[in-house]
């Protein structure tokens, strides 16, 4: 717009104008230009390009004297670093701003406010011609200035972000990644902001940002501006969403986790150079999500059309990080800035790297995991910028939180843990970067660990990082995926724990053989059903006190189960989508039940709760009707609303022909009817009784699924639990093969689906063989044994084609 020389406006830049306004401003640009039609709300503004910066050098004469100060840097001494950084920023402030550059910087201020009002808050955000590239992120290296009001503010703030193309980290990162300090410039985007510090903001990446995998959206969200997240000093919300689905219309929020969000940061007033400050949180605020979900869908939704977008201008899916950000004036959900995501979708997929601890010891604090790697060291607490400089390489990094200038020690640290901070706060990307494992979010780790200890931090155990007490001794496994043979016979997987299922899709698989419910309740939800229908029986006020804490916030304690149970599932179903994922209903025993909060109000002592009132005996049974009803919800909405009709379910230990019927009409009453919406049922053959009536019970279910475990007890007549008897206890016995072998044809028999998720194939190759001469359609395997019991399967099945 006009014949400006330094000035670009957002509409007309694309993303081939990275060498003139850098990665960040092409990247809004591209996005103004090309995504505003489609739906996408982006604030306005204008860039100031590189050539202005270069404009700044060349008419204050500073180049040469730039190049001087960072002759024969050593970036591996940080005081050294530090005063060279310190007097490449001065010389740059120095320089001022000439007045023929300051001339089209008002004027285009000056158009931006016709279109928003007087004086129109921008934010000035810096963006280096080297950054955002797909092998290169360069993130949070330069500076942003946020709430710039007026002539006298935006000068000054267009001043430093110049200058900020030498702080410390930038030029530690530069150097890293071996780009020539002199052949990057800086490009200033003025944009609009955002009333973000009356709602919300955050950070969304179309891909899970732990385990590359590809079909979410992960949102986290926070009070205020955006910056508390980036920076790390809040514990936002976090939020996953399901894309497939999501596509067909679905509303597949598959998972929601709270926040402590204990403060925000809100606009200010005074000090040109302090126009934003922190402000605490209210509790109640604090107890409840900060985005609604049709916010959290419209979110997830714009996460798609942009990563559509690039994805089609790349030739190649591009998954994206994305920063967003509400206003609180109008309730519009706004992007302000997107790039692509460059540490997941670099990786190679046909190569699974795992990491194993091989001991265990006393965890001494818990937070996020960042990555799936483990790593050992001597502890480091880092309290404040100023002890930066003793921090030693191999040392495990600890402090409240990071900023960027922590960098160019962090490159140095085996691993990183903060009291602070989400999975998309500035220690979570920049150890992603390093690939060295992070637990963030910790709370009190600077309390609890201290300068020397050796500690052990594990990232591979799911979503709740660990930091173990001592050097444990731990290994890595890699698979080369493409010399992996396929099996006629599907090789599925036993899953419990939800936070396992992204990275555990990676394994060659044909989906979930066997989801246990119990995993999800006693985790997640750890309230007995019953006493979320009826906690008027709950007599002990501290229980009481308990749950009311534990479902504060829901529209109703049983909403508190629902919803709980359907995340877990959800999650599950939606790593291995399309695949079939067959869900136990739940078979706790009345002891385990017993446990869970207000339990012991709704069980009764059993001599042997092993062959008592477990399975589906419960569910047509007035102890425990409502709660089976609560799991039928659950199973619903993860189908029904979630879409993931790839869901199957199975009910456990059915005694007999009549109680299948039982059963499936109690299921019908709450919406999950066999046959509608493609709606499969199986039943767990674990009771010879399922294996002689095979005939009888495929009239009513889809599949058997033998449960070794159970029908190894109940064939030998030994109790499964029992150490004295432990030896009798042989899934390999012929009285057990030959009742596997009655099982597996019965069901072939009846046209029905076969299948085995019990223990013994994981844990006797011999005994999966067995399985494959007979003919089974299915063995489920716990996940690490799948990549040792696979070539066995295939072995198998050669032999059986040798003999014809």
């Not at 555990?504 to 979320?532: K, Q, V």
Request: charged share 25%; proline share 4%; hydrophobic share 35%.
């Amino acid at each position: 717009m006009g014949n400006s020389k330094y000035i670009r406006w957002f509409e007309e830049i694309t993303i081939d104008d990275v060498p003139l306004v850098g990665g960040k401003n092409a990247s809004i640009g591209e996005m103004y230009r090309e995504l505003t039609g489609k739906g996408i709300r982006i604030p306005n503004g204008f860039t100031v390009t590189a050539d202005a910066y270069w404009h700044v050098l060349e008419s204050s004469g500073s180049l040469n004297e730039l190049k001087n100060t960072l002759e024969g840097l050593d970036t591996e001494d940080v005081h050294d670093l530090s005063q060279r950084g310190k007097k490449a920023r001065g010389i740059i402030l120095d320089a001022g701003i000439p007045d023929d550059l300051w001339s089209e910087i008002k004027e285009a201020y000056d158009k931006l406010s016709e279109q928003y009002g007087p004086d129109t808050d921008v934010a000035v955000r810096s963006s280096a011609t080297a950054e955002d590239l797909p092998n290169a992120s360069f993130a949070g290296q330069q500076e942003t200035y946020l709430n710039i009001h007026g002539y006298h503010s935006l000068k000054d703030a267009c001043s430093r972000c110049f200058a900020s193309l030498f702080t410390d980290r930038a030029i530690s990162y530069r150097v890293n990644n071996n780009f020539d300090h002199f052949k990057v410039g800086l490009s200033i985007g003025v944009m609009k902001m955002v009333r973000s510090d009356l709602a919300s903001s955050g950070v969304m990446f179309t891909i899970d940002t732990e385990t590359g995998f590809e079909d979410v959206v992960f949102i986290t969200a926070a009070y205020g501006l955006g910056e508390n997240i980036v920076q790390g000093v809040v514990n936002p919300d976090e939020y996953y969403v399901f894309k497939p689905t999501l596509k067909e219309g679905h509303r597949p929020i598959i998972n929601k986790t709270l926040g402590e969000k204990e403060i925000k940061m809100i606009y200010g007033r005074g000090d040109s150079r302090v126009l934003t400050r922190n402000v605490d949180v209210p509790e109640a605020d604090r107890k409840r999500f900060c985005i609604n979900d049709d916010e959290i869908l419209q979110l997830a939704a714009y996460a798609l059309t942009i990563e559509d977008h690039y994805s089609g201008k790349n030739g190649k899916r591009s998954p994206m990080d994305i920063e967003w950000a509400k206003d609180g004036e109008t309730g519009e959900l706004f992007i302000v800035q997107a790039r692509p995501e460059t540490v997941q979708s670099l990786k190679r997929k046909d190569v699974l790297e795992t990491f194993v601890l091989d001991e265990r010891s006393s965890v001494i604090v818990t937070g996020r995991s960042v990555g799936s790697k483990i790593a050992a060291g001597k502890v480091r607490v880092i309290p404040d910028v100023s002890v930066l400089p003793s921090f030693k390489a191999g040392e495990v990094l600890v402090a409240d939180t990071t900023t960027p200038d922590w960098e160019p020690v962090m490159k140095k640290a085996a691993a990183i843990i903060t009291n602070k901070g989400g999975r998309t706060c500035h220690a979570a990307i920049v150890s992603r970067e390093l690939g060295i494992p992070a637990v963030v979010g910790a709370g009190n780790a600077t309390e609890k660990l201290s300068s020397g200890m050796d500690v052990t931090v594990s990232c591979a155990e799911g979503d709740v990082g660990r930091v173990y007490e001592g050097a444990l001794k731990f290994h890595t496994e890699s698979v080369d995926l493409k010399e992996m043979e396929g099996t006629n016979t599907e090789v599925m997987m036993n899953l419990g724990n939800p936070e396992e299922a992204f990275g555990l899709s990676m394994i060659p698989n044909d989906g979930i053989g066997l989801a246990r419910l119990e995993f999800i309740i006693s985790s997640y939800i750890r309230i007995h059903p019953m006493a979320l229908v009826h906690p008027e029986k709950v007599q002990d006020s501290i229980m009481l006190e308990q749950i009311e804490g534990l479902t504060k916030g829901y529209g109703s304690k049983e909403d508190y189960f629902v919803e709980k149970l359907s995340f877990g599932v959800g999650t599950i179903a939606a790593a291995f989508y399309p695949k079939p994922v067959v869900v136990r209903m739940s078979d706790f025993k009345s002891n385990e039940y017993e446990s869970l909060l207000g339990g012991r109000y709704f069980e009764f002592a059993e001599s042997n709760p092993m062959l008592g009132f477990r399975g589906a005996s419960r569910y047509y049974d007035e102890r425990y009707r409502e709660g089976f009803a609560l799991e039928c919800r659950a199973m619903k909405k993860v189908r029904d609303e979630m879409g993931l009709t790839n869901l199957i379910l199975m009910i456990p230990f059915c005694r007999r022909v009549d109680e299948a019927e039982k059963v499936l009409a109690e299921m019908k009453k709450h919406g999950l009817e066999r046959g509608r919406s493609g709606l499969q049922v199986y039943v767990m053959c674990e009771i010879p009784s399922n294996v002689l009536l095979v005939d009888e019970f495929s009239k009513y279910f889809d599949g058997f699924s033998i449960g070794s475990n159970d029908l190894t007890q109940l064939t030998l007549g030994v109790d499964r639990d029992s150490e004295i008897l432990a030896e009798s206890f042989d899934e390999r016995d012929e009285a057990v093969k030959r009742i596997v072998s009655m099982a597996i044809q019965g069901a072939k028999r009846n046209g029905k689906h076969s299948g085995l998720c019990g223990q013994a194939p994981s844990d006797f190759p011999e005994f999966a063989e067995f399985l494959v001469r007979e003919g089974i359609d299915s063995i489920s395997l716990n996940p690490d044994s799948v990549l040792r019991i696979v070539p066995r399967i295939r072995q198998a099945e050669k032999e059986m084609e040798k003999q014809g």
